[in-house]
């Protein structure tokens, strides 16, 4: 899975409206890592601009974004024991997306160009603490009780989204853009915030594996094999979810990368979360990746990536009811 990762990060460095050949990216990489760029005289000077201040930034963004929601959608479904959960059924997207339309409307710029990034991170660990708030009861929690408080606090949070569209006249457009996602302009300093969610991430995650298999079994009798459910419930939750809120942040909403990468690699490698994790992150990445790269040099006009992520995930979700409601038991 790694390597299909990394030949699709060079299948996307190269195509575009300028193309650029496989021993030219590698030429300039590594010029680049090296600090020799004056060895780079017999190529078009554009090409490494292009490659490096471009591309790559965004190539490795998403695929840095997909890693990340595949990684939540794993935990989710691990953890409320539902195959439809994803990272947005605790409404942490709307609560970015909240945050973010606020910084939009009110046209807030106290840090710049990361105001909308931040406000979309701020507004999704406000929702998140909202939610585990409410299905908390004498300091335990349910994942039935997780999913409805989600859903509660997501309708509330689409109101007042709806609410801002109107007040936003003619500001609605870049509110709109946003909310379907995206990841033109994106920079190193992207790459880098998607990082250092992302890496803690995965060594929590794996860290509480094994523990996230025997959670599968039922609260009882996952504290009858010793494990703290309260604890690596809440632990995971937040991982997954804080996870979630940088990767909306940077990217805007970018629906059911979540949900079909954890289905797609449990019929490879099988329930074991710990084995699924480890396929599920560079598996969400070349979807994502090979998703942004077909609307970017692909098609005609780069369209939201948003709206190719809903028209690949939702009939796949539509496959998943109906086969739930069949009495189709996903291990």
């Known amino acids: 899975m790694l390597l299909a990762v990394i030949c699709a990060i060079i299948l996307a460095a190269g195509l575009g409206y300028m193309e650029i050949s496989v021993s030219d990216i590698f030429r300039v990489v590594w010029a680049k890592i090296s600090g020799n760029m004056n060895s780079l005289t017999d190529i078009d000077p554009a090409v490494p601009f292009v490659l490096l201040d471009v591309r790559l930034p965004r190539i490795l963004t998403a695929a840095l974004v997909g890693g990340g929601l595949a990684l939540s959608g794993v935990v989710y479904q691990g953890i409320l024991l539902n195959p439809l959960a994803d990272p947005y059924t605790l409404g942490i997207s709307s609560g970015a997306a909240f945050g973010a339309s606020l910084a939009l409307l009110a046209n807030i710029s106290l840090v710049g160009c990361f105001s909308v990034p931040f406000a979309a991170f701020a507004g999704a660990v406000a929702t998140l603490f909202v939610v585990l708030r409410l299905s908390s009861f004498n300091g335990r929690m349910s994942a039935n009780t997780l999913i409805l408080s989600g859903v509660i606090v997501g309708a509330i949070l689409s109101a007042g989204i709806s609410f801002m569209k109107y007040l936003a006249d003619e500001q609605v457009a870049v509110i709109i853009f946003w909310l379907m996602g995206s990841f033109a302009s994106r920079s190193w300093s992207d790459v880098l915030l998607v990082s250092l969610a992302l890496v803690p991430g995965l060594f929590m995650t794996f860290?509480?594996?094994?523990?996230?298999?025997?959670?599968?079994?039922?609260?009882?009798?996952?504290?009858?094999?010793?494990?703290?459910?309260?604890?690596?419930?809440?632990?995971?939750?937040?991982?997954?979810?804080?996870?979630?809120?940088?990767?909306?942040?940077?990217?805007?909403?970018?629906?059911?990368?979540?949900?079909?990468?954890?289905?797609l690699m449990r019929f490879l490698v099988g329930p074991d979360n710990r084995r699924l994790l480890a396929v599920s992150v560079p598996a969400g990445a070349c979807l994502l990746l090979l998703t942004d790269t077909i609307t970017r040099a692909v098609l005609p006009v780069e369209i939201p990536i948003g709206v190719l992520t809903a028209l690949i995930g939702g009939p796949f979700f539509c496959l998943i009811f109906r086969r739930r409601q069949q009495g189709v038991q996903y291990d």
């Not at 039922?218 to 010793?226: D, F, H, K, P, Y």
């Not at 459910?229 to 991982?239: A, C, S, Y």
């Open 207 to 263: 860290f509480y594996a094994g523990d996230l298999n025997i959670l599968s079994l039922g609260g009882r009798s996952a504290e009858s094999l010793g494990v703290e459910t309260g604890r690596v419930r809440l632990i995971l939750l937040l991982t997954a979810s804080l996870v979630t809120a940088v990767c909306v942040a940077v990217s805007g909403i970018i629906g059911f990368i979540g949900l079909v990468v954890p289905h």
